[in-house]
């Protein structure tokens, strides 16, 4: 019988261990948390840290669990489901594997109970965004007490709605960081030394999100508050060129949904084959 409150990671990498901080952190036990990873230095940092049970492979105890989070690479899929096959009949699935369809999932597991999460990195200080479809809307509840703790939520009615948050928040922090290199690159030209370049960069980026966070105003009035005409804002944004940027954003932002449908794709070509 498998206890619903029990979660196996299947991979303690980079976001499954941000994710287990997170659910620890908002009160899941230990005892409720498994981790399957081939590296023995990940399952010993896991296990320390959180106290969580680690296992190289899979074995007859994920029988008994309840929930299973793929959180492999999408290319290490095919052989990892392939490994916990055995153990899974009954179990739900969540899926972090960027671009991987749930009919795909759904066809190598053999079940319909499974949801799709299109996580970011922020998830490591709680201030991630999730976004999520539900193939069966069941799982709703247990995966917002997953990804409840790690950030924002968005659900997701259609699927492809999971590509597009791959180029908005998925993806996005690298555009921030990428704009936050350009700040601290300005501030070391104009002199500042290496620590005070990166406050200025980090802390003007962090205190607009605050801002913006906890403003009932839109993001076009709060710019717009710091950009009188005639005024030192006024001339950067010329430079920028509000429009060009906005176009540029958005063409970024297609091709990297487009990269993501394609990986989709591939993925499932690689079924094909087998
Ligand atoms: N990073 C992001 O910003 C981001 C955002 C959204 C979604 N995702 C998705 O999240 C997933 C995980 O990404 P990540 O950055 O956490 O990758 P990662 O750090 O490489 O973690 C994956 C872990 O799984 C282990 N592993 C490999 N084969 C396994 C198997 N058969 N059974 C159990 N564990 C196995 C890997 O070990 P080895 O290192 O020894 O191979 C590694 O420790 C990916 O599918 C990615 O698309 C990532």
Known sequence: MRNSNTVAFIGGGNMGSAIIDRMVSSGFKGSEIFVIDPNEDKRQKLSSQFGVATHAEPGDW????GNIVLAVKP???????RQIKPYIEGASFISIAAGVQTADLSAMLQT???ARVMPNTPIKV???VCGIFLMDPQLKEITKKIFGPCGEVIWCD???M??????ISGSGPAYVFFFMESLEKAAIGYGFNAGQ????AVSTVLGSSRLAKESPES???LRERVTSKGGTTYEALKVLGDKELTSIMQEAMDACRRRAVELGEAFHKTLEVK
């Open 112 to 114: 319909k109970k499974i």
């Open 126 to 128: 709680g201030l991630g």
């Open 158 to 160: 259609r699927e492809p």
């Open 62 to 65: 994920l029988a008994n669990v």
């Open 162 to 167: 999971l590509e597009s948050i791959t180029a």
């Open 75 to 81: 290319q290490q899929l095919p052989d990892a489901i």
């Open 197 to 200: 370049a990166r406050a200025l």
């Open 219 to 221: 993001l076009g009035t």
